[in-house]
């Protein structure tokens, strides 16, 4: 069982089980123990209980704020750029697509859903040991099309006389960018996805690479068909993304959150012959510090 648990999923689990012994202990000492010492004796509690005692409120706090409020996040990779760059330390809602329990993801208490344009963190559909953050397109009943690295939208017909035909997703040129994947500079867009206004960028060195695509059944490359409990989901670094063109939907159980801020974000450009830990941070960018869109 523990195998297929990420690493916030084994914290997770960790947290639990020690606010749990943690509060029953407590709960034993103030209602059990702590009477029967004032009863036969003026003794006070054993170190291991004192402890267990005081470490309960704390880890109790933690878990409440950790599964149900804000999770700390780091992004590692340039999946999501221009939008969050490695080394982003981001904030992610946990209430924003419902009250879940911390280790099986089980909806508790339904709060709302995701919406085109909304930046998730998921549990990945093909790997559940890892987390990742896309942004959401496709919503249940949409059609998504991804032809000549332009995106089209047929959102669901939801039962109109009238269905919606597919549209482009409207997008503005803004120029070259100085990101750069194998020595080439990427060109970026101004992107209106819904109600969100966001920048992505494309690599106009490298082809579509439409053969990669994950091809649902019934459905020619290049287009999906969201399912019911589904989402579609893609990485704002449109070339340089392992998203749902990949390996398709992502699971409405698999959500973890929103991401809606970043509190820090630090470098990590160190110099080749550099003595400096290449885990360390060598810069703050403080510039970085706000709210994501």
């Known amino acids: 069982m523990l195998s297929v648990f990420n690493a916030a999923e084994l914290f997770s689990l960790i947290l ?33 209980v004192t402890q267990a005692r005081s470490l309960f409120p704390v880890l109790f706090a933690i878990l409440i704020i950790r599964s149900f409020i804000i999770e700390p996040f780091q992004i590692p990779s340039g999946s999501m750029q221009p939008t969050l760059l490695p080394g982003d330390f981001i904030g992610v809602e946990k209430f924003a697509y419902g009250l879940r ?20 963190v998921f549990i990945d559909p ?3 040991k890892i987390d990742l953050i896309k942004r959401v397109v496709g919503l249940p009943g949409d059609t998504v099309i991804y032809q000549n690295k332009t995106l089209y939208i047929k959102p669901a017909c939801d039962g109109r006389k009238v269905c919606p035909v597919a549209q482009e997703v409207p997008k ?7 990101f750069t994947e194998q020595g080439v500079r990427l060109d970026e867009y101004n992107e209106q996805l819904g109600k969100v206004n966001h920048h992505i960028l494309r690599d106009p060195a490298l082809p579509e690479q439409l053969y990669r695509y994950y091809q649902q059944p019934g459905s020619p490359m290049g287009v ?31 959500l973890v959150g929103k991401a809606t801020f970043i509190w820090i974000s630090f470098t ?24 994501i869109h």
């Open 172 to 178: 503005q040129y803004v120029g070259l960018t100085n």
């Open 126 to 128: 093909s790997n559940p």
């Open 101 to 120: 329990d911390p280790i099986f993801h089980k909806t508790l208490i339904p709060t709302g859903k995701p919406q085109r344009g909304d930046i998730t």
């Open 268 to 291: 990590f450009n160190h110099d080749a012959g550099s003595m400096w830990p290449h885990w360390l941070p060598n810069g703050v960018r403080f510039n970085r510090i706000g709210r």
């Open 16 to 48: 639990t089980l020690a606010t749990l012994i943690t509060g029953i202990v407590f709960a034993l000492d103030k209602f059990v123990w702590q009477p029967k010492r004032a009863e036969l004796t003026q003794e006070s509690a054993s170190g291991w």
């Open 224 to 254: 999906w068909v969201v399912p019911k409990g589904h989402y579609f989901a893609m990485g704002d670094n449109r070339d340089n993304s392992l998203d749902s063109r990949y390996w398709g939907f992502m699971p409405e159980q698999n």
